[in-house]
């Protein structure tokens, strides 16, 4: 029975990944997703689900072709639909469900449906932690750590040598020099580590709308990064014509205004890097959402500052550019005839939610045209 029962369930899970992926481009897209969200898990609601059975019709109800009428008048088996009479109806409608889905979970069967590259570890050699294992035994230490069955067994051996151990009264009783506590041996152990930088573009031509895409977008390439490193590092910055670095929670709220200078993120994410991420010890990663109107005088410098000095760092960029109705979008065309010769560089548009699960793919997937594998986009996952 319990076989049975699993057998079924897992029937059921594989039903409903198939409902999900059939409407994953439309749950990527959800902006109440993010929002309902828990620990580890969101609620997707799908269509009910459904076995086979049969319906028996009413008996009054003749077949095609019977009863009064018209050739060629529709033929309704009911009243029709918002006529309003009949009073109230006897048949069940059809109420869609939630089901809770990790996140895991939905990040692998967006990594699947988008055909996305297992990330991998780009530094020259994985950081080394210290990691302590109780594995050894030790004659002293805390009774919170003493060890029941070794002392027991001791304790049990040191009896029989000793010719007290009695079967008629089984009594096991430790004493001091019997007492095993479990110690810590001290491994290392290679450990992988990541940094991703979200850069927004908050001047006057970027509006609530425009972050809403951008939330969105980066909300699951963040997931993706999260699928293959543990303990993720994020850093915010938001620039008009000067750039700052912010909370992750006012990234998307702060207010816009102001003019743009898209070299400001780029000279504080570049010096943010050689501050405190080694690139040699950390995989970085730096994502710009803009709406490509930028300062026609800066253009130069951003692309500058964009080639020598954060490149070279970078496991991946991916600049994104949000249509906004106040914004030119030049920012695109140029950047896109600078880099175009650098593998770790994606770029795509994003005009509304329809476009967020292209746009993914766009900056996570491999680049067009390439047949080499670059560092970043290895067959095998991390050493994590």
């Known amino acids: 029975m319990a076989e049975r029962i ?100 939905m990040v ?8 996305l590259p297992a990330l991998k570890n780009k530094s020259a050699g994985p950081m080394e932690s210290l990691h302590y294992r109780y594995r ?18 001791e304790a049990l051996k040191r009896q029989l040598q000793a010719g007290l151990y009695n079967p008629d009264d089984p009594k096991v009783i430790p004493i001091q020099r019997d007492k095993r506590y479990r110690a810590p041996d001290m491994t290392t152990e290679e450990e992988s580590r990541a940094v991703i930088f979200f850069m927004m573009d908050v001047s006057g031509s970027m509006g609530d709308r425009q972050k809403e895409l951008v939330r969105t977008t980066a909300f699951w390439i963040d997931q993706w990064i999260k699928r293959h490193y543990q303990g993720v590092e994020h850093r915010y910055i938001a620039h008009d014509a000067a750039a700052r670095e912010v909370s992750g929670d006012l990234f ?3 207010k816009e205004s102001g003019g743009t200078k898209i070299s400001s993120a780029y000279d504080l994410c570049a010096k ?6 080694d690139p040699d010890e950390w995989n970085i990663y730096a994502f710009h959402f803009s709406d490509g ?26 600049y ?21 010769d650098f593998d770790n560089v994606r770029t795509t548009e994003i ?34």
């Open 6 to 105: 699993e057998r079924d369930w897992a029937r059921f899970r594989d039903i409903v990944r198939g409902k999900i992926r059939q409407n994953l481009r439309r749950y990527v897209a959800h902006r109440d997703l993010i929002g309902r969200q828990g620990r580890s898990v969101v609620s997707i609601p799908i269509p009910q689900i459904e076995l086979p059975h049969f319906t028996y019709q009413w008996e009054q109800v003749g077949g095609i072709g019977q009863g009064e009428g018209e050739e060629g008048e529709p033929l309704w088996l009911g009243e029709e639909e918002g006529s309003g009479r009949g009073g109230a109806g006897w048949q069940p409608g059809l109420h869609p469900i939630e089901l809770e889905v990790t996140i895991e979970e």
């Open 108 to 115: 692998a069967l967006l990594g699947e449906e988008l055909e």
């Open 136 to 153: 050894s035994l030790r004659r002293v230490g805390p009774e919170s750590l003493r060890h029941f069955r070794r002392t027991y067994r």
């Open 252 to 254: 998307y709220k702060i």
């Open 272 to 277: 943010m890097i050689a501050r405190q991420f």
């Open 293 to 318: 109107d930028n300062w026609e005088e800066d253009d130069e410098t951003a692309l500058h500052i964009l080639k020598d000095r954060l490149l070279p760092t970078l496991n991946l960029f991916g």
């Open 320 to 340: 994104c550019q949000v249509k906004s109705h106040w914004g030119t979008g030049r920012f695109l065309l140029e950047l896109s005839d600078e880099v175009d």
């Open 351 to 384: 005009a509304s939610e329809d476009q967020i699960f292209d746009a993914i793919k766009d900056l996570l997937g491999r680049k067009e045209g390439r047949t080499d594998e670059s560092t970043m986009f290895q067959s095998r996952p991390s050493t994590l």
